[in-house]
């Protein structure tokens, strides 16, 4: 399976990238919203990971722009250290599939990414 991970904290990005590379899938990294934005016209990925808070386009901004898009149904799991409710509620009525709150466990990134292989696979 093919993810972009969107994100701006250069330690997370790494840690995402090592376990998901470990776990067998191939990862496209993007340190910003606008990198992120632009990997999308290229590309199509099975899976998106983004945090919500990067410089030049949010999570949100992302969300909306892949939820938009015809064709290919993109999931999207966000990642934030933002406990806001309203944050949460945001990302889910743009169409957000999952949430996770940072600090997170490698594992339980690995375990919720899992939930979406026979979803991507039915696409």
Known sequence: MTILVAEDDMIMLKTIELRL???G???ILSHDGREAMKELETSS???IITDIMMPFS???????AVK????KKIPVI????????NVVLEAFQLG???YITKPFSPNELSMRVKRYIPFV???
Not at 58 to 64: P, Q, T
Not at 68 to 71: P, Q, S
């Open 21 to 23: 590379k470990k776990d």
């Open 25 to 27: 899938h191939t990862v």
């Open 45 to 47: 990925p099975d899976l």
């Open 58 to 64: 949010s999570g949100l901004e992302i969300i909306g």
């Open 68 to 71: 938009k898009r015809a064709g």
């Open 78 to 85: 966000v990642l934030s250290a933002m406990g806001q409710e």
């Open 96 to 98: 957000a599939d999952d």
């Open 121 to 123: 696979a039915e696409v």
